[in-house]
């Protein structure tokens, strides 16, 4: 049950909202053209993803291309209240505040291959006050004009692109502003060497770990670990062969963050050390 809702518009669409709402309650969200920021001032609420619920605690923030994602978030416990911060993002409204040049985390730059949509932030000093600023200004609403707007839209921009989260908040952007659905085999193929581990690279396909598991054995017909690590020491042994690389160098770039490891995986595959098999 929703106990209060504000918001402000910018430019004839919503930007920011303060949504207090008492629980038990399950919300989808209707399919819109924005990408959307959630911070948890109060309680907590669980976001829907593939079969699994991830959790979003008090202070922590969910950041979301609501055109590709799952769009439903909920909390069951009876008689909570939780307070939610929302920060709309538009594609038209930030082309018209970056009229000259978009900022480097709304631009496609080295992209990744990846159909992720959603990522959940930690608790962040920065974003914390950003928060308390933006209550400051529903509690002062005389005070808010467009300008205003437009400066608390860019400042979560700045500070989304200083968190640790950034390259998947850029990566969200991305879709948001160049929408482009990956199969899943080609964001394997694309992501086979980057130092990703299984669950990285099931959240690169909005998926579940069990569910990524098994979609990549209906693809495959392999488990992802062995699949992944057969062709990293494919291709460690194919550039041992055709290059001068050091043999640390060419784990690495194949996707070994570990020599030892990489070593003793080589070795149990081609009975040899990578040191052995380059001398022939």
């Known amino acids: 049950m929703i106990i209060d809702h504000k918001k402000y518009d ?3 669409k919503s930007m920011v909202q303060n949504i207090t709402i008492k629980a038990p309650f399950t919300f989808d969200f209707p399919i819109t053209d924005n990408a959307c920021f959630l911070y948890m001032l109060q309680g907590e609420m669980q976001y829907h993803r593939d079969e699994d619920r991830v959790n979003i605690p008090h202070k922590h923030a969910l950041f979301l291309n609501c055109v590709q994602a799952s769009k439903t978030i909920s909390n069951l416990n009876a008689g909570s209240v939780n307070e939610i911060m929302i920060v709309n993002f538009h594609p038209d409204i930030l082309k018209r505040v970056y009229d000259r040049e978009m900022p480097f985390i709304l631009q496609a730059s080295e992209r990744m291959v990846s159909n992720k949509s959603v990522e959940v932030l930690n608790n962040n000093f920065l974003i914390e006050k950003y928060i308390e600023g933006l209550l400051f200004y529903f509690q002062h609403p005389a005070l808010v004009n467009d300008d205003i707007l437009v400066l608390k839209l860019k400042e979560i921009i700045l500070l989304l692109a200083q968190t640790p989260n ?7 952007f991305t879709q948001l502003f160049s929408p482009t659905t990956y199969t899943f085999k080609q964001i394997i193929e694309a992501n086979l060497f ?4 299984i669950d990285a690279l099931a959240r690169l396909n909005n998926l579940s770990v069990s569910s990524f598991k098994r979609e990549f054995a209906r693809h495959y017909n392999d488990t992802p670990a062995n699949y992944i690590k057969t062709k990293r020491l494919e291709k460690a042994a194919e550039l041992l062969l ?5 043999i640390k160098d060419i784990a690495f770039s194949c996707g070994f963050n570990d020599l030892a490891n990489f070593t003793k995986s080589f070795r149990e595959k081609y009975q040899c050390t990578p040191g052995e098999f380059r001398l022939g």
């Open 242 to 246: 055709l290059s001068t690389e050091r």
């Open 194 to 197: 980057a130092q990703l581990s």
């Open 166 to 172: 950034a390259r998947a908040v850029q990566t969200i």
């Open 10 to 12: 910018l430019f004839g």
